[in-house]
T-cell receptor, first 115, second 115 residues
Framework: DAGITQSPRHKVTETGTPVTLRCHQT?????MYWYRQDPGHGLRLIHYSYGVKDTDKGEVSDGYSVSRSKTEDFLLTLESATSSQTSVYFC??????????????FGQGTRLTVV | AQTVTQSQPEMSVQEAETVTLSCTYD???????LFWYKQPPSRQMILVIR??????QNATENRFSVNFQKAAKSFSLKISDSQLGDTAMYFCAFMKRNTGNQFYFGTGTSLTVIP
């Protein structure tokens, strides 16, 4: 199994509060991603990183920010949580670009509930 | 933008029978990968099979095989000799070879194997 862990695994928070989810990898992979999974939508990309301090937006980035100060850690922050951000969040990593054995390795997911 | 469509939200199959899950995608790229991921109730995302677009030969992994029709932009998954452990959500995914290794997922097909 790829060395990728997410914390926390479950969280309940109140509307308007900031929330930070952490993704930690031990694989030294360059690329890291945050996805959210919602019924009927599959997995949708929030933000991704292609190196330390190099990040870019995905298709559903509004209301989210990310930071990557070290290769192994990728943080997702909800600046002011809303009920529409209740979801399961997945972190993923991939090895170097274009490798023939490229696949995405996923963390265990974080279930976030905003009340 | 790339889109991935899975038109079968739910499917069921009798144990030991064969089932095919459909996936179509839309892209102007010529160099890309396609994947099927399995998500059992544990929520873990597990790679089932991978296909490189430049390879005409369909990928196979034990009981799992694909029918890749590049011109039609179709990528179906066939599961032979279905087992109870195959019960899961199945996601089709597309990845283009460029900066970022971004994955695009379909909305998923929930497969139930009936004893």
């Amino acid at each position: 199994d790829a060395g990728i862990t997410q914390s926390p695994r479950h969280k309940v928070t109140e509307t308007g509060t900031p929330v930070t989810l952490r993704c930690h990898q031990t694989e030294n992979h360059r690329y890291m991603y945050w996805y959210r999974q919602d019924p009927g939508h599959g997995l949708r990309l929030i933000h991704y990183s292609y190196g330390v301090k190099d990040t870019d937006k995905g298709e559903v980035s509004d209301g989210y920010s990310v930071s990557r100060s070290k290769t192994e850690d990728f943080l997702l922050t909800l600046e002011s949580a809303t009920s529409s951000q209740t979801s399961v969040y997945f972190c993923a990593i991939t090895p170097r670009e274009g490798h023939k054995d490229t696949e995405a390795f996923f963390g265990q997911g974080t279930r976030l509930t905003v009340v | 933008a790339q889109t991935v469509t899975q038109s079968q939200p739910e499917m069921s199959v009798q144990e030991a029978e064969t089932v095919t899950l459909s996936c179509t995608y839309d892209t102007s790229e010529n160099n890309y990968y396609l994947f099927w991921y399995k998500q059992p109730p544990s929520r873990q995302m597990i790679l089932v099979i991978r296909q490189e677009a430049y390879k005409q030969q369909n990928a196979t992994e034990n009981r799992f095989s694909v029918n890749f029709q590049k011109a039609a932009k179709s990528f179906s998954l066939k599961i032979s000799d279905s087992q109870l452990g195959d019960t899961a959500m199945y996601f089709c995914a597309f990845m283009k070879r460029n900066t970022g290794n971004q994955f695009y997922f379909g909305t998923g097909t929930s497969l139930t194997v009936i004893p």
